[in-house]
């Protein structure tokens, strides 16, 4: 973001971490309301861990959605994981709508999930599958589950199985980080003594373009997330920043001030056919791409304050976008393109706002005092970002009404530069 002082550090080079790195994570939500559709997530049968694990992610991933609601039943003993339990009234008579009942059973170093959704009213089967997987996959097997209930009662697809990335900043170390959408099972793609900063995922997930300082400046690289290859895709004089990628996978766009003050270029994502897009003479930054790829979202001071601006990329005139306040930053496109969430300062404080494109109306969602980074989820419900606490930040996730607030709290270090996978 513009109001942050870049610093490029020293230290080792950056390199490829295989592995884990293990992160205590705390969930806090609060907010929602009680038009939620009320949902029981039996206790799976099993005598594997897995089959208590499963039905306490897939409970969480539920309620952090600000749709869905709980209803107690784990003191269902033995499990209720039939249809055909002579207990199965339980459900409704304690206020639940559907009923997510399951069974883990295990053989050797397999195990196989079954799962079913039940209408807990007229006691019919809305969804069931059933997966066979190592122990190693279990949260993978509970966040798919997740998915798939909560599309069969809202009819939106579940992001509960994507993944998010963010900066990790731990004592004089830098790590470049994938986990889970919960923020469990991170993974170190990089580790630098560098700063790292603006992660951006292609839209087929393979590839990672993100900013290290590593040669003494800003330098954008682009990184293949399965072997740790990577290139170089803009290294000019001055600073090279802010990558975003096309729709469509086969351009960026990216910030260089090589030839004056921060303007938006487009680039082939080989790094080939850089071409200029702004001429302002001000500073035009953090640009974001339409989900058709006919326009730019973009930050910049050419009226006098940090603004978002919108304007085709095939270059032409750009339509100031936000009005209200002195400070709008970080636009970021909604997946359906008909709004965008950006940082907005109020009284002194940074919050996530969004804007309905058509009618400009605009919403404050958050109340923290240095939130920053918003990034959308695929299905365009929630929005990822980083919530400053003092001089550290964790990461937090809002719904798009505003109602329903998550924070993953890091102990280590900390999270920046939040970005949602598909």
């Given at each position: 973001?513009?109001?942050?002082?870049?610093?490029?550090?020293?230290?080792?080079?950056?390199?490829?971490?295989?592995?884990?790195?293990?992160?205590d994570m705390s969930i806090d939500i609060t907010g929602g309301e009680s038009s939620r559709i009320p949902v029981a997530v039996s206790p799976f049968a099993g005598s594997v861990p897995a089959a208590q694990d499963i039905p306490h992610i897939v409970g969480a991933d539920?309620?952090?959605?600000?749709?869905?609601?709980?209803?107690?039943?784990?003191?269902?003993?033995?499990?209720?994981?039939?249809?055909?339990?002579?207990?199965?009234?339980?459900?409704?008579?304690?206020?639940?709508?559907?009923?997510?009942?399951?069974?883990?059973?295990?053989?050797?170093?397999?195990?196989?999930?079954?799962?079913?959704?039940?209408?807990?009213?007229?006691?019919?089967?809305?969804?069931?599958?059933?997966?066979?997987?190592?122990?190693?996959?279990?949260?993978?097997?509970?966040?798919?589950?997740?998915?798939?209930?909560?599309?069969?009662?809202?009819?939106?697809?579940?992001?509960?199985?994507?993944?998010?990335?963010?900066?990790?900043?731990?004592?004089?170390?830098?790590?470049?980080?994938?986990?889970?959408?919960?923020?469990?099972?991170?993974?170190?793609?990089?580790?630098?003594?560098?700063?790292?900063?603006?992660?951006?995922?292609?839209?087929?997930?393979?590839?990672?373009?993100?900013?290290?300082?590593?040669?003494?400046?800003?330098?954008?690289?682009?990184?293949?997330?399965?072997?740790?290859?990577?290139?170089?895709?803009?290294?000019?004089?001055?600073?090279?920043?802010?990558?975003?990628?096309?729709?469509?996978?086969?351009?960026?766009?990216?910030?260089?001030?090589?030839?004056?003050?921060?303007?938006?270029?487009?680039?082939?994502?080989?790094?080939?056919?850089?071409?200029?897009?702004?001429?302002?003479?001000?500073?035009?930054?953090?640009?974001?791409?339409?989900?058709?790829?006919?326009?730019?979202?973009?930050?910049?001071?050419?009226?006098g304050s940090p603004q978002v601006y919108m304007m085709p990329v095939a270059g032409g005139k750009a339509v100031r976008m936000t009005f209200d306040g002195k400070y709008n930053v970080s636009p970021r496109w909604s997946p359906d393109g008909k709004s965008f969430v950006?940082?907005?300062?109020?009284?002194?404080?940074?919050?996530?706002?969004?804007?309905?494109?058509?009618?400009?109306?605009?919403?404050?969602?958050?109340?923290?005092?240095?939130?920053?980074?918003?990034?959308?989820?695929?299905?365009?419900?929630?929005?990822?970002?980083?919530?400053?606490?003092?001089?550290?930040?964790?990461?937090?996730?809002?719904?798009?009404?505003?109602?329903?607030?998550?924070?993953?709290?890091?102990?280590?270090?900390?999270?920046?530069?939040?970005?949602?996978?598909?």
């Amino acid at each position: 973001m513009l109001k942050k002082v870049l610093l490029a550090l020293t230290g080792c080079a950056c390199f490829w971490i295989g592995g884990t790195v293990r992160a205590d994570m705390s969930i806090d939500i609060t907010g929602g309301e009680s038009s939620r559709i009320p949902v029981a997530v039996s206790p799976f049968a099993g005598s594997v861990p897995a089959a208590q694990d499963i039905p306490h992610i897939v409970g969480a991933d539920l309620l952090r959605s600000g749709e869905l609601s709980l209803v107690d039943v784990s003191d269902l003993n033995p499990p209720i994981s039939q249809p055909g339990d002579a207990r199965f009234g339980v459900f409704r008579s304690r206020g639940a709508d559907a009923a997510v009942l399951g069974a883990v059973q295990s053989a050797g170093s397999q195990m196989t999930v079954s799962f079913r959704l039940m209408d807990a009213v007229r006691q019919n089967q809305l969804a069931g599958f059933s997966y066979s997987a190592g122990p190693a996959d279990t949260r993978m097997i509970a966040h798919r589950i997740a998915d798939v209930v909560y599309q069969a009662l809202t009819g939106t697809p579940g992001v509960f199985s994507s993944h998010i990335v963010y900066v990790l900043q731990r004592g004089s170390e830098y790590l470049l980080q994938v986990a889970d959408s919960d923020g469990y099972e991170p993974q170190t793609v990089l580790k630098s003594h560098y700063a790292i900063m603006s992660p951006a995922w292609s839209p087929d997930g393979r590839r990672m373009a993100y900013v290290s300082f590593e040669r003494g400046h800003a330098v954008v690289y682009e990184q293949m997330m399965d072997s740790g290859r990577r290139i170089v895709l803009a290294s000019y004089p001055g600073s090279n920043s802010a990558p975003a990628w096309s729709p469509d996978g086969k351009r960026l766009a990216v910030v260089l001030t090589k030839d004056g003050p921060s303007q938006i270029y487009l680039v082939n994502a080989d790094g080939s056919g850089l071409t200029r897009l702004t001429f302002s003479g001000a500073i035009d930054t953090e640009p974001s791409w339409s989900p058709d790829g006919s326009q730019l979202l973009f930050t910049s001071d050419r009226d006098g304050s940090p603004q978002v601006y919108m304007m085709p990329v095939a270059g032409g005139k750009a339509v100031r976008m936000t009005f209200d306040g002195k400070y709008n930053v970080s636009p970021r496109w909604s997946p359906d393109g008909k709004s965008f969430v950006f940082v907005t300062r109020v009284s002194g404080q940074y919050r996530i706002a969004l804007m309905n494109v058509a009618s400009g109306q605009m919403q404050v969602l958050t109340d923290g005092h240095d939130d920053e980074s918003p990034s959308f989820a695929s299905n365009g419900k929630m929005i990822l970002y980083a919530a400053g606490i003092g001089s550290r930040s964790d990461l937090a996730v809002v719904t798009v009404d505003g109602k329903t607030h998550e924070r993953l709290s890091n102990v280590e270090g900390a999270m920046d530069s939040p970005v949602w996978g598909r």
